[in-house]
């Protein structure tokens, strides 16, 4: 397997965590709604692009399992928090996918490969977009997850 | 000429038409109590409705010491002295025998009557107790559309550098918030860049979810006007409901719900299909063309038809319509705003106009409309989710010029994130988080989504509720201290309606008991806590409604909103005004944008922006990077699903929405009885096919529900599209025997009892016209009728088949024409 197939591989296995997270977060906060309906939304995408990912050759078989440990303490008591954690987990996926879509990008620019550049280039700026949910979404509520504690 | 008028029968009143480019004529509405006469009126005092966003002058009449009636303002340029019902009738309410005459504090779980100073000590005591426990994060303000200029001001002084919090917003959220963001995201600031006055030069006029008629009523008798005279206007109107604008249209759409931006994305398709581009505009005011015109390239009619649910033959004569127009003159409203995608629906309106470069020319304008009507000055005092100015949270420039203004430190103002959006206050509040909540002029424990959550979230003992209101409404009867506030005809102050106009209202008559106008309420707090600048003097240094007009005017100098041009004598006998209104532009501004784009450059845009699916924010580099020039952005999207879709236990969709005789949660209006007569109580309105299909016929009991909870009301048999239902907001509880909400006996009325809890994520407003519904027969209708008027949208199919809505002689209306 060269370099390219094994990128492909690698992050076609990042958009399905990363859509299965989303999809995961969506439920876990069902409660903070546009956390729950965006997230929706932006799962679509990372499905989309496996799927895309699927089709350009990075296999079929089952890349999508989760093996890395969740990380969230489960948090009932304030789920604030926890929605926190969350966010933080899903723009550390975010990213990383991003920097496989940039490694993509270059490869095909190297190879001169015009199919593999345009899927990066059409999919990678939804990746960033997704990046800049996540971190809008912790910019704007970390303020008062963190700093003001909720009444018992 | 005089003539008499049924003004419930006939809301829009007799027509006085007029041809395209000549003035409106003049007609003043006139109604006064019974047994009063033109003469025996002591005082005419200046005013302008606070009950729509349309803000029609008027005067109010005063016989010994009391409101007898209103007159319009013949001088106006926004209503040349018409009055619609709202304006002609809801004035009574003033005078209601349930006002609110003391403050109530809460013992034992009881409301009980109690001293102005027991009231305020006690929200000063909880204040500060809250400040040194958990801080400023832990108060909100939830303030109104209704209260004045003024008052919204000052609680934006005291909540963002006396209290220091992020939270303060407005019930604007609900009705306006995505008017503001498409008109930030197209043109990088607030502000409407038309005029009411395009309706007289405009040669087609496209109403998106905007049913003019009944939520503006005395703009619909302009147009109406210009329907009888030379050259009128071709109408397209989208809307799913038979508006009295689709049955005067050329051509009307009604879409299935949660798909604008499939219908604009394909109507915005075939205009560039058809070159019916203005290129020199594009070139000379535009970035983003190309991005639009790829992402509409395969959003042909064929494929927006069936998304929508409308032969793609209408979809190209609407198309037809927009391309070909010489003046385009395009409104929006609810239709939009509270549907699913509504900034990028929005936004493809003003994308509509930029690519045809119908923008600043007289008839060639754009009305991103408000719902409330003091809802612009939520906006630009910063009482919602921006900061006073129009000013850029994100802009450290803005802010220091900011605190400046306010001689405090710039680390005083929280800039950190923007301010919080009141759903998400609500939130913190369910969370813990906050713990204070004061809301003015507002009743979210009717006109918010999911009540019986809202409801719950109130009801908590760990948030101190404040409600600062006229009556004891649904969310008073949750409060920990009521404070009774004065109201329009009662107290001085501007307001600026949805086109700009600045309009002063002068006191006419005292308020009842002990009631005070809200800018006394909250300067009476700002002593209470010592709010201090950076210097130790007052962080409030005005006391009446005049000084704090003048501190605006110094806040507002040099910003898009510029008052510095307008004083109360200039304002006082003349007519409205529209801003900005400075040196250079004495008398205000007709339209914005005549040459070009004004406040979009990166230093001056009151946003960097948002992603338009996603809301998430763009920063100062990657704006700068895309706009350097400061042009009109033109920004494409997607169309995507609505969230809740109908399936086999919820088969209908569900819309929500105003109707002509009712105003928010019907305070004022279930307590004008020619307004209250006219629509008393929910109805439910569904479509002939849908009523047959389910053996369900004329005046039937119905239970409407949703996951979220039902309502019961008497079926309307009318002309609306297949497969949706409509419920007319606010019905609430405070004139049912359950009080603050349903119970054993008093089943659901409020339409929030189903709506579900969703919002654009870009603006932040709910949505109330996408949920899934399911429809039940409770009772046949035994000879009852659904108590929806016949004069308007939920008119029935069946002519005849109930009476005609009428209001009587208690109802007569002299109209006065040249």
Redesign the interface.
């Known amino acids: 397997m060269n370099g390219i197939d094994l990128t492909l591989r690698t992050l076609r296995g990042g958009e399905c965590r990363l859509a299965a997270e989303l999809l995961a977060a969506a439920d876990r906060h069902r409660a903070d709604h546009e956390v729950r309906h965006v997230a929706t939304d932006l799962a679509h995408w990372s499905q989309e692009h496996a799927r895309r990912l699927a089709e350009a050759g990075a296999g079929q078989e089952q890349a999508g399992e989760d093996t890395r440990a969740p990380g969230l303490a489960p948090d009932e008591d304030n789920p604030g928090l926890l929605l926190l954690r969350d966010l933080s987990a899903l723009h550390l996926a975010a990213v990383e996918n991003s920097l496989h879509w940039e490694m993509l990008a270059q490869a095909a620019q190297a190879t001169r490969d015009e199919a593999l550049l345009a899927l990066a280039s059409e999919c990678h700026p939804r990746t960033l977009r997704q990046m800049r949910w996540t971190n809008t979404m912790i910019k704007n509520i970390a303020p008062q997850v963190l700093a003001v504690s909720p009444a018992g | 000429m005089d003539a008499s008028v049924d003004r419930i029968a006939r809301p829009w009143g007799s027509r006085t038409p007029y041809d395209r480019h000549e003035p409106w004529p003049s007609r003043v509405d006139t109604f006064l109590a019974d047994g009063i006469d033109a003469d025996s009126v002591t005082d005419w005092v200046q005013a302008a409705s606070i009950l729509h966003s349309d803000g029609d002058a008027m005067d109010i009449a005063v016989v010994d010491g009391r409101i007898a009636g209103v007159r319009g303002r013949a001088v106006d340029r926004v209503n040349r002295g018409r009055l619609g019902p709202k304006d002609l009738f809801g004035w009574q309410a003033n005078a209601s025998s349930d006002r609110l005459t003391r403050p109530l504090i809460r013992r034992d779980g009881r409301l009980v009557e109690c001293s102005w100073d027991t009231a305020m000590e006690r929200i000063a005591d909880r204040s500060r107790e809250l400040l040194a426990e958990?801080?400023p994060?832990?108060l909100g303000f939830y303030t109104s559309g209704q209260l004045y200029l003024e008052e919204y001001y000052t609680l934006a002084v005291l909540a963002r550098a006396g209290i220091g919090t992020?939270h303060l917003d407005g019930n604007t959220r609900l009705c306006t918030a995505t008017a503001a963001e498409a008109l930030k995201e197209s043109f990088g600031c607030d502000g409407q860049p038309g005029s009411y006055d395009d309706v007289d030069h405009a040669d087609t006029i496209a109403l998106f979810g905007h049913n003019i008629a009944e939520t503006q009523p005395v703009q619909w008798m302009r147009i109406l006007d210009r329907l009888a005279g030379g050259d009128p206007p071709r109408l397209l109107c989208v809307d799913p409901r038979p508006t009295r604008v689709a049955r005067e249209a050329a051509v009307h759409l009604a879409p299935r719900g949660g798909t604008n931006v499939a219908l604009l994305n394909a109507l915005l398709h075939e205009i560039i299909r058809t070159d019916r581009v203005d290129h020199d505009y594009l070139a000379a005011h535009t970035v983003g063309f190309d991005e639009l015109a790829s992402e509409v390239a395969e959003c042909t009619p064929a494929w927006a038809a069936g998304i929508c649910d409308v032969p793609a033959a209408r979809i190209e004569e609407a198309a037809e319509l927009l391309g070909t127009a010489d003046r385009l003159l395009s409104t929006v409203l609810q239709g939009v705003y509270q549907s699913h995608q509504a900034t990028a629906a929005a936004v493809q309106i003003n994308n509509l106009h930029l690519i045809r470069g119908m923008l600043g020319r007289p008839g060639a304008g754009v009305l991103q409309m408000n719902g409330q009507p003091t809802a612009q000055n939520t906006r630009e005092c910063g009482a919602n989710g921006d900061l006073p100015g129009f000013r850029n949270w994100q802009n450290d420039d803005h802010v220091a010029d900011l605190a400046r203004v306010w001689n405090v430190e710039p680390e005083t103002i929280?800039h950190?994130?923007?301010p919080?959006h009141a759903?998400?206050m609500f939130?913190?509040a369910?969370?813990?988080?906050?713990?204070m909540l004061w809301i003015s002029g507002t009743n979210p424990a009717v006109s918010l989504p999911e009540l019986a959550r809202v409801r719950a979230i109130l009801g908590q003992d760990?948030l101190f509720v404040v409600a600062q209101d006229l009556f004891l409404t649904e969310t008073a009867q949750l409060a920990d201290v009521v404070l009774p506030a004065a109201t329009w005809g009662e107290k001085t102050g501007t307001f600026t309606n949805a086109d700009r106009t600045v309009h002063l209202a002068d006191k006419a008559v005292e308020p009842p008991g002990e009631a005070r106008p809200d800018l006394a309420i909250f300067l009476d707090y700002a002593a209470r806590m010592d709010f201090r600048d950076k210097a130790g003097g007052p962080l409030v240094t005005w006391h009446d409604p005049e000084s704090a007009f003048e501190a605006w005017k110094r806040c507002s100098a040099g910003r898009p909103c510029d008052y510095t041009g307008l004083t109360y004598a200039k304002l006082r006998g003349g007519s409205g005004i529209q801003w900005p209104c400075d040196d250079g532009a004495p008398d205000g501004t007709d339209r914005l944008y005549t040459d070009g784009i004004s406040w979009a450059r990166p230093d001056d845009c009151e946003t960097y922006g948002k992603?338009l699916?996603?809301?998430?924010?763009?920063d100062a580099d990657e704006y700068r990077a895309s706009n350097p020039e400061g042009k009109a952005m033109i920004k494409a999207a997607a169309y995507?699903p609505p969230?809740e879709e109908p399936d086999d236990r919820y088969p209908f969709q569900l819309t929500t929405g105003r109707t002509l005789y009712h105003f928010h949660t019907r305070t004022k209006t279930g307590r004008a009885p020619q307004l209250n007569d006219a629509a008393p109580d929910v109805w439910v309105e569904v479509s002939a096919a849908d009523a047959g299909a389910l053996g369900l016929d004329e005046g039937d009991l119905v239970e409407v529900s949703t996951p979220r909870g039902s309502l019961r009301g008497r079926l309307r048999v009318t002309g609306i599209r297949t497969g949706l239902l409509f419920v007319p907001f606010h019905y609430g509880y405070w004139d049912t025997k359950a009080g603050s909400g349903p119970d054993g006996e008093v089943p659901g009325r409020a339409a929030n009892e189903t709506t579900v809890?969703?919002?654009d994520?870009v603006s932040?407003q709910p949505l109330f016209k996408t949920a899934a519904a399911a429809l039940h027969l409770v009772e046949r209708a035994h000879g009852e009728i659904a108590p929806a008027p016949t004069t308007t949208a939920s008119a029935p199919t069946r002519h005849g088949s109930v009476p005609d809505t009428a209001g009587g002689p208690s109802a007569h209306v002299t109209e006065d024409t040249e």
């Open positions: 958990s801080g994060g832990s992020n929280p950190f994130a923007p919080t759903l998400q939130r913190y369910e969370q813990g988080s906050i713990r760990r992603d699916r996603t809301g998430a924010a763009t995507l969230h809890t969703d919002w994520p932040k």
